[in-house]
């Protein structure tokens, strides 16, 4: 499995209520097919006995096309399942706790928002993802956006891999990469769309196209 975030350019971060009526797993199978190096599962609706279902359908799939695959939140449930890690929340454990349950082969990311959270997540954390960058529905409840300025300002304090989300799209993704980020989070612009496939490969072109471009030293 992919276990290098910062290599991974695109994460793809799901929402079966975006998927047009299509089953999860035949948009996270074109993701793939598009070339999507990790998953996150993230249903917050779901039961646990629902999720752990949908997790071990979608495992299968996301281990032929040798993906990383995370969870959202649920620690539990990647405990019990062979997942590659998990995905926190501000309001989910600590990401020390977080390493203490699931040992050192997982990973785990952290969402963030702030300068502080950023820096706060170096204990225990493989990665970020900040945002949201830009104006988007999915990320409303989080507030406005934090923009690339904070972006810029997370990358000059962590050295940690940093994935942008938030209103990420094929048109603007190049600015992300050049603010400081490793690589992009998407929900809708996968999710949703009529050929996710294309939409992946789509995406990771202009990722890696500006990557490199940009000098980390």
């Known amino acids: 499995m992919n ?14 209520s975006q998927t047009q009526g299509r089953p999860l797993e035949a948009v996270v199978d074109a993701a793939l097919e598009g070339g999507a190096k990790a998953i996150q599962l993230r249903e917050k609706d779901l039961s646990a ?14 281990r032929s096309r040798g993906a990383a ?19 926190l929340a501000r309001t989910s454990l600590p990401p020390a706790e977080a390493r203490r349950l699931l040992g050192a082969s997982r990973l785990i990311g952290i969402s963030c928002h702030t300068v502080e959270e950023a820096m706060e997540a170096h204990e225990g954390a493989d ?5 949201p960058l830009f104006p988007t529905p999915s990320k409303a409840a989080y507030g406005p956006p934090v923009g690339l300025e904070r972006l810029r300002e997370v990358r000059r ?12 799209t094929a048109t603007n993704a190049a600015e992300v990469i050049a603010a400081g980020a490793d690589g992009v989070a998407s929900i809708s612009a996968v999710m949703s769309a009529v050929d996710p496939a294309a939409a992946v ?14 000098d980390r030293d």
Do not use: C, K
Request: without cysteine; charged residues 15%; negative net charge.
């Open 201 to 214: 490969r789509g995406l990771l072109q202009v990722v890696h196209a500006a990557s490199a471009h940009v």
């Open 69 to 87: 695959f995370l969870i959202n939140d649920r620690i539990d449930l990647a405990m019990a399942l062979p997942l590659d890690g998990v995905h």
């Open 49 to 62: 006995q629902a999720l752990y279902e949908l997790a071990q359908r979608l495992l299968p799939i996301v």
């Open 127 to 131: 990665f970020i993802v900040l945002g």
């Open 157 to 168: 304090r962590i050295e940690l891999p940093i994935l942008g989300i938030g209103g990420v």
């Open 3 to 16: 276990y290098e975030p910062s290599s991974w350019g695109l994460y793809v971060v799901t929402d079966r």
